[in-house]
């Protein structure tokens, strides 16, 4: 796997950030000529990811999130979204549908499935404490 474009971004925990961090990993794949759908696909999964950071990993405080984005020679897509928040205690059990931390607001529970349904490999580490780092994954199809 070689990569041929890679980007980093960097921006504070702020729910204005969401739009701006998926409308920008959905700039960044139109070197792929990707279809509409799957241009949704992603900024979906990229928004609940960067929601899940700003809502669970730093609850009422303002961090960092990193998105690093790389796109290699076989069109795969592979996306990083990091926080330094509170983290997982529990990662298996947070990926369940209906799953929940936040009591306080009214939540589905449903982000890390709505990734897996739109991506092809949703992997998800954590530490208490130190943060939280969602990698998606897509293989973008060669339109002909």
Known sequence: MIVTNEMHLKFLSKSTNESFARNVVAAFILELDPTINEIADIKTAVSEAVTNSIVHGYRREIGMIYIDAKITDSRKLIIKIKDKGSGIEDVKKAME?????????ERAGLGFA???SFMDNVKVTSKLGKGTTVTL?????AVR
């Open 114 to 116: 709505v990734m897996q």
């Open 137 to 141: 994954e897509k293989q973008i199809v």
């Open 97 to 105: 549908p209906l799953f929940t931390t936040a009591q306080e607001e």
